[in-house]
């Protein structure tokens, strides 16, 4: 039996999510595929049915590690978010073929190099694609591709519970990325907007979702989304599910609208209808958008100051300024 191992150790959950699409493409020449991940990740890969194992990268002796990995008896490793570790790994585990990325001074471990795409100017491919030419360079490929992720009965449990509370049709909301609750100055009054905008077009409950770590923000949205003398239209489930119960939730939306993250990504792969919003001049809409059956994007409008990016950003005006029309608009198109 050949295997491979498809390392993934980096990197947000999405960033791992979409390398998922490699594994799909070995499968035409490898009986067995194996991930090496964060143990952040560890949940989120489980649920891809793409691949047989996950193993952890839990920052030990590389040594070590390589030790087990070796007695694993790969035939090939493809090295998707590169480091002087994640190179070296493959190569001490003696694995015969191991592709990764060119131009990087760990790139002599490698013995198939590949060159990056998206450094040599391409910003409109799809990151699933450009990875996809790390299974090409081993006469694999698996053209439009899109991440998988199955929820399993627990999670659906747990989502249920959850769902029983809402009493009837709900969308996810999802205002916030990674840097949101570490600056202390992510807007909140267009969310709230968003949200009663949103409840009221799809007579739904919005579920506005996020980490523990995103409540405080939540939790203001939730509060400016409120109406005097109505029930609740807009909740808070930050912190409330982990990713495989968030995973159930989202294949029982109505849709997903939210900021790019990790929770964009896991939505789109159960086939929610999601709906990416990309407020940054910085970003690459194209690129990091969506990859599911039905997915939309919302491109950034609001001119941002000059040379901002998503973690030197002194105000987040685009946040404030959400273009709300513009992201009803691609919601109803998408669910039409």
């Given at each position: 039996m050949s295997s491979a191992l498809l390392v993934t150790a980096g990197g947000g959950i999405g960033d791992s999510l979409l390398a998922t699409v490699v594994a799909q493409?070995?499968?035409?020449?490898?009986?067995?595929?194996d991930a090496l991940a964060l143990?952040?990740?560890?949940?989120?890969?489980?649920?891809?049915?793409?691949?047989?194992?996950?193993?952890?990268?839990?920052?030990?002796?590389?040594?070590?590690?390589?030790?087990?990995?070796?007695?694993?008896n790969y035939d090939a490793s493809v090295v998707t978010w590169a480091t002087a570790r994640t190179a070296r790994l493959p190569?001490?585990?003696?694995?015969?073929?191991?592709?990764?990325?060119?131009r990087r001074l760990y790139s002599g471990r490698f013995t198939k190099r590949v060159f990056v795409r998206s450094e040599l100017g391409d910003v409109t491919s799809p990151w699933s694609d450009i990875l996809?030419?790390?299974?090409?360079a081993l006469g694999c490929d698996a053209p439009g591709a899109v991440p998988h992720f199955v929820p399993t009965a627990a999670d659906r449990d747990a989502a249920d519970v959850l769902i029983a509370g809402l009493g009837g049709a709900f969308l996810i909301m999802h205002p916030t990325n990674a840097i949101a609750p570490q600056r202390g100055i992510w807007p909140t009054q267009a969310w709230s907007a968003l949200a009663r905008a949103l409840a009221d077009?799809?007579?739904?409950?919005?579920?506005?979702?996020?980490?523990?770590?995103?409540?405080?923000?939540?939790?203001?949205?939730?509060?400016?989304?409120?109406?005097?003398?109505?029930?609740?239209?807009?909740?808070?489930?930050?912190?409330?599910?982990e990713i495989g119960g968030f995973g159930a939730l989202a294949a029982r939306a109505k849709a997903f609208v939210g900021i790019t993250t990790g929770a964009m990504h896991v939505a789109a792969a159960v086939g929610c209808p999601t709906v990416g919003i990309f407020p940054f001049q910085s970003d690459f809409p194209e690129r990091?958008?969506?990859?599911?059956?039905?997915?939309?994007?919302?491109?950034?409008?609001?001119?941002?100051?000059?040379?901002?990016?998503?973690?030197?950003?002194?105000?987040?005006?685009?946040?404030?300024?959400?273009?709300?029309?513009r992201i009803m608009t691609v919601t109803n198109d998408l669910l039409s």
């Open positions: 493409a070995l499968r035409q020449r490898f009986d067995r595929i143990p952040g990740h560890r949940a989120a890969l489980e649920r891809v049915p793409d691949l047989d194992a996950v193993l952890l990268d839990a920052g030990e002796d590389p040594r070590a590690l390589a030790a087990q990995l070796g007695a694993r190569a001490l585990a003696n694995i015969p073929i191991r592709v990764g990325q060119a996809l030419d790390y299974a090409r077009r799809y007579d739904a409950t919005v579920v506005v979702s996020g980490t523990q770590a995103d409540a405080a923000i939540v939790d203001d949205i939730v509060r400016g989304a409120s109406t005097p003398n109505r029930p609740p239209r807009v909740v808070s489930i930050a912190g409330a599910l990091w958008a969506p990859r599911g059956p039905r997915t939309a994007i919302v491109r950034a409008s609001y001119p941002c100051h000059r040379n901002d990016t998503k973690e030197n950003c002194p105000d987040y005006a685009c946040i404030a300024n959400l273009n709300i029309p």
